[in-house]
């Protein structure tokens, strides 16, 4: 299955300021996914990131706040923006580990603070 | 999207079986059942699915109700590396929307050595 390298692990930002969060995978994927764990919540799906297209974002996600690049098959990125303490989570990348029902492979995380 | 129910946490002894459950009781038809772990500090970690015969693999065995309204994840001999959340999530390939993961609050199983 597909191995993903999720940069950097962690951050300590600044409020107001913006962090880009890099998604590397070791095979090429159509679709990449980018998840939000509050501290001690479960996942949420941020948006969905297809080559050649705009990203697809779930309710209570906008592309000001959290734009996302995909310029190839193999890599993305998520922008935090306009940071505020309340943005403070772990933020993981996820693709499908190999076509089909297979499941998915999860990126170690990002674990951003905002202060 | 079908709904699952899980215990917040769990507890059990080095080198004994664990049997975590799982209800979805508005599971569909074209619902799989798929079961995550989340070690501390790292992303998910797929374990097992299974749509309606028990599955085993090297992780783990999945033991699917016949009516399938529930499941339990079967964690032969519990190690002290198997402590994690687990999530039990349904996931519909049938419909335009199944490529998404609702990850419910999970189980969190703790090994006591």
């Known amino acids: 299955s597909a191995v993903i390298s999720q940069k950097p692990s962690r951050d300590i930002c600044q409020r107001g300021t913006s962090l880009t969060i890099q998604c590397q995978v070791d095979?090429?994927?159509?679709?990449m996914f980018w998840y939000r764990q509050q501290p001690g919540q479960s996942l949420t799906l941020i948006a969905t990131?297809?080559?050649?297209?705009?990203?697809?974002?779930e309710s209570g996600f906008v592309i000001d706040k959290f734009p996302i690049s995909r310029p190839n098959l193999t890599f993305s990125t998520l922008t935090v923006s306009n940071m505020s303490p309340e943005d403070s989570s772990i933020y993981l990348c996820?693709?499908?580990?190999?076509?089909?029902?297979?499941?998915?492979?999860f990126g170690s995380g990002t674990r951003l603070t905002v202060v | 999207d079908a709904k699952t129910t899980q215990p917040n946490s769990m507890e059990s002894n080095e080198e004994e079986p664990v049997h975590l459950p799982c209800n979805h009781s508005t599971i569909s038809g074209t619902d799989y059942i798929h079961w995550y772990r989340q070690l501390p500090s790292q992303g998910p970690e797929y374990v097992i699915h299974g749509l309606t015969s028990n599955v085993n693999n090297r992780m783990a065995s999945l033991a699917i109700a016949e009516d399938r309204k529930s499941s339990t994840l079967i964690l032969h001999r519990a190690t002290l590396r198997d402590a994690a959340v687990y999530y039990c999530i349904l996931r519909d390939l049938s419909g335009g929307s199944n490529y998404k993961l609702t990850f419910g609050k999970g189980t969190l199983l703790t090994v006591n050595p």
């Open positions: 990131a297809n080559q050649g297209s705009e990203a697809t974002y």
């Open positions: 996820s693709v499908e580990r190999q076509g089909g029902n297979y499941g998915y492979t």
């Open positions: 095979s090429q994927v159509t679709m």
